[in-house]
């Protein structure tokens, strides 16, 4: 969807090294959902942010939304092989729990 | 606890049949969402459902595709009859509305037609 872009649609890190996957939208967002997929399955909730300013952990993975509530980005810390998969964005932009979803990243770790 | 279910999680149909995709959710959760994920279009949300009752098929592709929810533990999504475009993985979900922690998903249905 054009009111949602995801970037970048791939990348390649080297164990280890940190990552950042960004998430804008054109509109300001009820809630934000940062989902984990890998080939054949489904797709692995993550994260949700709501508040301006808003930041959530989970072990080496971050997830911010800024204050105007249009962008969000996913962060990744000393990368693992584990962390290799496809990340998307979901964003509610009516209030209504109806996600539309971004393009997605294409993770590769590589030794 | 089991997650959402989906059977049968590979179809290979031809042109012209009926397809039927059944959906599981999670036990409690009030919301059901099926989505269709293809390489060109993504993940599009088709139709979603709150306490049983559809509230948006506005990403029902035509008329071939339907969608019903007799019960709160079940739900099926139709297409009659299918085409090739209709290739794609069909994921199903569900969520407790009005609490933030997101929709999960199912493991999906992987429908061919040929």
């Known amino acids: 969807s054009q009111e949602l872009e995801q970037s970048p649609q791939s990348l390649i890190v080297q164990e280890g090294k940190n990552l950042t996957i960004n998430c804008t939208s054109s509109?300001?967002?009820?809630?934000l959902y940062w989902y984990k997929q890998k080939y054949g399955e489904g797709l692995i909730f993550l994260m949700m942010?709501?508040?301006?300013?808003e930041e959530k952990s989970h072990e080496k993975i971050t997830a911010k939304l800024d204050e105007k509530k249009q962008q969000s980005s996913l962060h990744i810390t000393a990368s693992q092989p584990s962390h290799a998969g496809i990340y998307l964005c979901g964003a509610d932009m009516n209030g209504n729990e109806k996600l539309t979803f971004g393009t997605g990243t294409r993770l590769t770790i590589i030794p | 606890d089991a997650g959402v279910i989906q059977s049968p999680r590979h179809e290979v149909t031809e042109m012209g049949q009926e397809v039927t995709l059944r959906c599981k959710p999670i036990?409690?959760?009030?919301?059901l969402f099926w989505y269709r994920q293809t390489m060109m279009r993504g993940l599009e949300l088709l139709i979603y459902f709150n306490n049983n009752v559809p509230i948006d098929d506005s990403g029902m592709p035509e008329d071939r595709f339907s969608a019903k929810m007799p019960n709160a533990s079940f739900s099926t999504l139709k297409i009659q009859p299918s085409e090739p475009r209709d290739s794609a993985v069909y994921f199903c979900?569900?969520?407790?509305?009005?609490?933030?922690?997101?929709?999960?998903f199912g493991p999906g249905t992987r429908l061919t037609v040929l």
């Open positions: 509109k300001t967002l009820y809630g």
């Open positions: 942010l709501q508040k301006g300013g």
């Open positions: 036990s409690g959760h009030n919301s």
């Open positions: 979900a569900s969520s407790l509305l009005g609490r933030s922690g997101g929709q999960f």
